[in-house]
């Protein structure tokens, strides 16, 4: 399976309220654990962006590095599912914190799935061939009805909890899953 992680840039979650060099931190280490739990699940872990700091990061770690071709989140799991060709893929988000090998298997074990966040995203989604991807607020919903009634529902605490708001953030270091 072909696993894509989206990554604008290492700059990203100004939600947070952290300062820039903090924000890169955080952005790399997430990715490096999302990444590696693809990896454990073994999936091919492409990285999906056209940031050249996030780039030499994934070639530094041996990975793919895809362009996204156009701007924004829809764009770039088109991509990786034009990359996939006939295989399945699964489109994996870099703000998990909590994710692990077991949560990766889970989606990718038999396409079509969808894993919400807890706000009523959707932290990653499988399948095989096109897909029509609406990200943005409320995108659950929105993936679930276009995958249709074969699509499985991946409930995990690792796949449901994302990163979006400081108080995401203040959770996680309580919970030990950020220093």
Known sequence: MICGVPIR????????????????????????????????????????????????WARSSDLEVLDPGAPGLDAAARALVERAGDEPWLVLHADLPAIDAADVAAVGEDPPAIAPSLDGGTSAISGRGPFPFAYGDGSFARHLA?????????????????????????TARRLGMLP
Not at 15 to 44: F, K, P, Q, S
Not at 151 to 169: E, I, K, Q
Request: aromatic share 4%; with cysteine.
């Open 146 to 170: 276009r995958l249709g009634a074969t699509a499985r529902v991946v409930v995990r605490p690792g796949l449901a909890f994302d990163l979006d708001r400081p108080r995401h953030l203040a």
């Open 9 to 56: 840039s290492f700059a990203g979650f100004r939600r947070l309220g952290l300062d820039v060099e903090t924000r890169r931190r955080l952005a790399r280490r997430l990715a490096g654990r999302v990444v590696t739990a693809g990896r454990d699940a073994g999936c091919v872990v492409v990285v999906v962006t056209d940031d050249p700091d996030v780039a030499a």
